[in-house]
């Protein structure tokens, strides 16, 4: 899944050509136990799964479905009752037949635990030991959100009629939705997927159709070829008016890209892009992909959590990150709609062929995706600078890792709710950071020959995060275990302090480990944790010096000048260099590799927020940064200039004002308000970024121009598309007056798409204005606004959080409706963050009282974070004032 920065019996199993048609999948062997103990599991390990096949007919008018599933299990132990997960599934009739499903076998009673999600099948008589077939007739919902079989109602891109598709979205566990399931990652099994829809619409599923029959009633039967061994959070089946566009890809597999009908060459880019990754991957694994077909499917709608998902041969994607639209795509949807392609695609060997056993290592195929995601863009767009902009996410994942409310990369995880909340920064990107610091550590070639050998050692199994350290260690990286350990079963993120002396020409480098923490400080200083940290040391022209870092260590380093203790920013900790180190950094600085720039100077702000050194030295930085920056660095300081606008005290602010645009509005006049043909994604991203920015700090050139573009917008419609469209339109739904706000309420109820309708939904909330951000709050309510309705309300969070979040206890009920089930809580704390009111500690505890204690943890992260700004923000305002006194 790629998180957003941001989820039958017909007749007997019959041997089909189907299953025929998937010669590599080994069928699941039989065994002597359901799991092994050491795997985690909510069902008695009397049973397990071997194959399913399931059907089901939707009544997308109506939001239900009925469904007929025929089961082969194998049972291990007598007992007296099966126990399967079932959710808001009714069930009309359960029966226990032979293992080749001949007669009529016994009926079983079905009693549903909807607190565990289960249902438990009670048999007459004890069953024995052997294998069966268990028939199920039931019926479910189809819901509003991105959970279980859900509905997207969208305007159709021909007609503009609203039109509704159906899609399925079953990570974490959500399958169990769909149909009754062993409904855990360890339970791998066979799937025949079938469905009787409308003829006329498209009906997509893991694999290709094996056949289509057209019933009497003039409906259709589509039935899907029998899918791998697999995990039952990978199936995927959508329906709808769609159309596709297709490609071969290598070795023959058919590739396509699944679009709402009317989307034409929208869907191109995202086509010509899956080859090409499909080849990279089958050559970096070592194994070829094993699906005949890879279909990535764009749903017309939005999550606030997920942008895409990794159905094994069925993507799912939401509209938005996989077409391009020229109206409207910005450049900063284009780089995820790339990236979230490529992580998808790992995930097809990472993930799918092997698939963690539990949960608590969902890290690992978040985190091994989201480095994946980096190093093919760093191969296929090396212009949009990957490795640079992977900084900004290890910042991320250091940002949650520093207070107490943090947990390890590999977790307990007990309950479905702590299943749901470990998609977070420290999965996706500390993991990322951590396999990227040990990719470095063991070298690129022993690194991919360790993968290889996982991913040959554990197809269609799976794994644990040991079995992927063993093998790379087996590889050559001998210890890597153990730093590995260090990173991922602590929480936690390591400092390292640095000081230096020039001897005889040579510098003398003092090291020492402890952590970095932003609200426990003076504990983790008497009492560190300890790792075994990478480095790799820069110092001038010189070979970098690798060494792991265990306690403390002093080395020579040749001649005397700037040290980077992190070079290349590959590792996952925080460097505090002594005063006259820091000043040898800021003379260097210009002069420096991009991302040790971008790195040096993130640090450098972490530290000073934390209070390990004064915000001076990180002011000295920001204003050392070259105004002709990497594009990416050039963003990175244009958004600690934005932070240090926003810390500052009122009277301070026009000062900051004044050296910001004093530093980057050179750069944007030469980017110009417009793009230029050709430019590169990133000179259009940073150009929208100081727009934005230098506009916040009261540019009025741009609010003036921004403000006279959107008046343009009443004679030519058209006069804003284009990659900045959003960027402009941000800028005024910002400033909105309430005629303004009523406009853009109105082109988003005219907008043609989905997408663009989605973009104006979203700017209703960014207003300025109480009034008008109570108005959007109001709208959002409504519901109209679909699955955008949410994200008007995190827009009317970010300028108002606390109006967002009061208006969302009031009227809890209808928010949480607007939301994805399984993300309510932390949702609605998230409301909260931005808050500098003392008051909304309180309140953030009282509605962690309303909350079950394993949802606690989305709440206190809010609380932390609440109070360490309130703590930190005097102190960092006197010192921006000092320091702008003194120059
Ligand atoms: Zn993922």
Known sequence: MKRLVTTAVTGLLLASCAAASFAQTPAPALTTAPLPESVPSDLPRVARPLHYRIEV???????????????????????????????????????????????????????LDAEAQTVRLGAPQPIAPGTYRLAFRYSGKINTQATGLFALDYPDKRTGETVRGLFTQFEAPDARRFAPMFDEPSYKATFDLSAVVPANQMAVGNMPIAREEVLADGRKRVTFATTPTMSSYLLFFALGDFERLSAKGPGGIDVGIVSPAGSGEQARLALESTP??????????????????????????????????????????????????????????????????????????????????WWDDLWLNEGFASWMETKASAKFRPDWFPLLTRVSGRETAMGYDAFATTHPVIQPIRTVAETNDAFDAISYSKGEAVI??????????????????????????????????????????????????????????????????????????????GEFSRDRKDETA???????????????????????????????????????????????????????????????????????QLGLLRDAFALAQAGYQPTGPALD?????????????????????????????EAHRPGVAVQARGHW???????????????????????????????RMGDATVAAEARRRFAALAED???????????????????????????????????????????????????????????????????????????????????HPDLAFDFAIANRAGVEALVDASGRTGYIAGLAAASRDPAMIGKLERFRETVPADEWRGVDRRIAGIRERLASEPRLAGEIAAWFAAR
């Open 57 to 111: 007919v939707p009544d997308a008018a109506n939001l239900t479905f009925a469904g007929t599933s025929s089961v082969e299990v194998e049972v291990f132990e007598r007992t007296d009752a099966l126990t399967l997960h079932a959710n808001e599934l009714e069930f009309s009739g359960v029966r226990l037949l032979p293992a080749d499903g001949r007669g009529d076998g016994v009926a079983l009673e079905a009693t």
């Open 665 to 695: 509005l050179p750069r944007l006049q030469r980017l110009g308000f417009d793009p230029k043909p050709g430019e590169s994604l990133v000179d259009t991203d940073l150009r929208g970024d100081l727009l934005r920015i230098l506009g």
């Open 276 to 357: 090409p990754l499909l080849e990279y991957y089958t050559d970096y694994f070592g194994v070829p992909y094993p699906l005949p077909k890879l279909d990535n499917v764009a749903a017309p709608g939005q999550s606030q959590f997920f942008g895409a998902m990794e159905n094994w041969g069925a993507i799912l994607t939401f509209e938005k990150y996989l077409l391009i639209d020229p109206t409207i795509t910005d450049p900063a949807t284009q780089t995820f709609q790339y990236t979230a392609l490529a992580h998808e695609i790992a995930h097809q060997w990472f993930g799918d062929i092997v698939t963690m056993a």
């Open 717 to 799: 419609p058209k006069s804003l598309d284009g990659p900045l469209k959003t960027t402009w339109l941000g800028i005024v739904a910002r400033n909105a007056t309430a005629a303004e706000w009523d406009r853009l309420a109105e082109l988003a109820g005219s907008a043609p798409s989905a997408v663009e309708r989605q973009a104006y939904h979203a700017l209703l909330g960014a207003a300025k204005d109480p009034a008008l951000a109570n108005k959007a709050l109001d709208f959002a309510l409504t519901g109209k606004a679909g699955t955008s309705s949410a994200a008007i309300v995190t827009a009317t969070a970010r300028e």
């Open 526 to 596: 008497a009492n560190p944790q300890s790792w075994r940290v990478p480095l790799l040391i820069r110092a001038g022209q010189a070979n970098p010096v690798r060494r792991v870092l265990d306690g403390s260590a002093t080395l020579e380093l040749p001649g005397c000048g700037a040290v980077v203790v992190n070079g290349g920013q590959l590792g996952y900790f925080r460097t505090l260099y002594s005063p006259a180190m820091t000043s040898a950094l800021v003379e260097a600085l210009p002069g420096l590799a991009p991302i040790d």
């Open 621 to 649: 930085m920001l204003a050392a940064v070259p105004g002709d920056a990497n594009p990416i660095v050039a963003q990175g300081a244009v958004a600690r200039w934005d932070s240090v606008y926003d810390t500052a005290l």
């Open 436 to 513: 990227a610091m040990l990719e470095a550590y063991a070298g690129e070639d022993t690194w991919r020959e360790g993968i290889r050998r996982y991913i040959r050692r554990h197809s269609y199994g799976n794994t644990t995060s040991d079995d992927l350290w063993r093998a790379v260690e087996q590889a050559g990286a001998e210890g890597l275990v153990e730093i590995a350990h260090d990173f991922t079963r602590q929480p936690g993120v390591p400092l390292v302090s640095a000081e230096s002396a020039c001897r005889e020409g040579r510098t003398v480098l003092g090291l020492m480990q």
